[in-house]
């Protein structure tokens, strides 16, 4: 955090809430749903940011949690990509009962500090659900022909549990899967002859999963010889 | 403000709003997330030192020996995460930031603490809300030296704001007569933080 660039340094716009209808649901893998939303209003997001969800009950109860972009700032829509936990307030509110028409209060975007400027070369180690963010890097850098600045290293138990998995080896990322053997690949947590060559004219990497994976990826990253102040660390933990 | 009314939304942790959990928290129950935005930096004690500079009579370091040896006092209660998360009934011990203040002597002018940490984050509070028993610096958490990942070897404590406020691996305390955004305040986040009034983010 030595290395403070001047987007950091600027202040945030403040945001506020908003409406947004949901316009698209699916269910990409067994425990997700992909959610597309139409915002009243709207800031320009940088990739890797995030939104807040409120729910509201009749008695005016609320409950509200951050959820990742997936979405490419110059899409209409805001995209979500939310898993289904157990007994999980709002995720299983998200996956079972909203449907097409429903409206959602937002605010966002947030989080400046885990956004990719799209020139800087950059690095997702992302697992799980934390592969949202690094969808929206990838689409940027896709849609601006500068697929050369991110690389993107995704986990997943095995194909078929990793959202937007296609997509994102599409684009050049490299899939590890743990709990799978596939194309001669043993089932591992990326390891270090993997992501080393990577990390090469990497200034800044992104780490988002969750707090177990985030600080396997944040150690690995270290021991390839990332600086620890190059690494940029979201957790989705539980609820933090 | 009010706002609509989520199609079929009910609330499932309505049970645990108490008197005790600001509005929009969740008790965490024996779990203690941990955040930060970088990689959890490690601060040996040899090397540890805690300033207090700024607008000050006497500008004052302290190594660990000299921090372990102040009077010590204890918090016993409640922190809350602006990422929604409470953990209830904890108890904290440490410095309170009375004797370091009154050791080096803030002058009348010095009005907000810009806080730092070794790894270069910073945070910004008024400094009456690090007097009168309502901060410490802390180095043990429910009877454990604190962790690295929850700051270790010392970090701020300021149970009455949100957590971020609670700078881990503190370093500096830079006194000044103005309000200096520190690093998630630059990034989006409230200047001062009080979870009772729900101060997450600039606006609210
Ligand atoms: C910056 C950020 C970005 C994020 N982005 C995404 C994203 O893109 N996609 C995504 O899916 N998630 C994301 N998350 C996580 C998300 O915010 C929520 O934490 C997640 O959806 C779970 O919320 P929930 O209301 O469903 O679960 P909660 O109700 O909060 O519960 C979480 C888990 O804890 C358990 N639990 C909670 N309270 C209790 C209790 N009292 N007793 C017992 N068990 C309990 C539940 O069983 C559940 O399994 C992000 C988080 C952050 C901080």
Redesign the pocket.
């Known amino acids: 955090m030595s290395a403070i660039d001047p987007m950091d340094a600027v202040a945030a716009r403040p945001t506020a809430w908003t409406e947004a209808r949901v316009v698209e649901v699916d269910r990409p893998t067994a425990d ?1 749903v992909r959610l597309r939303l139409e915002p009243d209003e709207r800031q320009r997001h940088r990739p890797g940011q ?1 939104y807040l969800v409120r729910l509201r009950a009749p008695d005016g109860y609320t ?1 509200q ?4 972009l ?1 979405s490419d700032p110059d899409d209409a829509l805001l995209e ?14 998200l996956a079972e009962v909203l449907e097409v028409g429903d409206v959602l209060e937002v605010r966002g975007p947030l ?1 400046r500090w ?1 956004a990719w400027d799209t020139t800087t070369p950059a690095l997702c180690l992302v697992g799980g ?1 934390g592969v ?2 690094a969808v929206s890097m990838q689409r940027a850098a896709v849609r601006l022909g500068r697929s050369d600045l991110l690389r993107v290293v995704a986990v997943g138990r095995a194909p078929g549990h990793l959202p937007y998995a296609e997509e994102l080896a599409a684009a050049g990322a490299t899939l590890a899967w743990t709990r799978a053997n596939v194309d001669g690949r043993r089932a591992a947590a990326p390891t270090r002859a993997e992501v080393t060559p990577l990390l090469e004219g990497v200034e800044v990497a992104f780490v988002c999963g969750s707090a177990r994976f985030a600080s396997y990826a944040e150690t690995l990253l270290q021991e390839c010889g990332l600086a620890p102040d190059a690494i940029r660390v ?7 | 403000m009010s706002g609509r009314i989520t199609r079929g939304f009910t609330g ?2 309505r049970g ?1 709003q108490g008197d005790r959990l600001p509005p929009g928290q ?4 024996d779990g203690w997330p941990t ?1 930060t935005a970088e990689a959890t930096p490690t601060v040996r004690t040899e090397q540890f030192e805690l300033a207090v500079d700024g607008l000050v009579e006497r500008p004052t370091t302290w190594s660990w020996e000299e921090l372990l040896a102040l009077p010590r006092s204890t918090y016993a209660g409640d922190i809350h995460c602006v ?2 998360w409470s953990k209830f009934d904890m108890t904290w011990r440490g410095v309170s930031l009375d004797v370091l203040l009154e050791q080096a002597a803030p002058r009348a002018e010095a009005a907000y603490a810009l806080v730092h940490s070794s790894s270069g984050y910073t945070t910004n509070l008024p400094l009456a809300d690090l007097r009168d028993g309502k901060a410490w610096v802390a180095w043990e958490a429910d009877g454990q030296p604190l962790t690295r990942e929850h700051g270790g070897p010392a970090r701020l404590l300021v149970p009455h704001l949100y957590f971020w406020k609670s700078a881990k691996w503190v370093s500096r305390i830079e006194l000044l007569d103005h309000d200096q955004q520190g690093f998630w305040e630059r990034n989006g986040y409230h200047d001062r933080g009080d979870p009772w009034v729900e101060q997450r983010y600039q606006g609210d």
């Open positions: 997700t995030h409950a949690r951050s959820y990742s997936a979500l990509l939310v898993e289904r936990l157990p007994d999980g307030e709002v995720s299983e509110f989080g885990f659900t949202v963010p979201e957790r989705f933990g539980p609820t933090g | 499932k942790r645990q969740y008790d965490v129950g955040l990422t929604t």
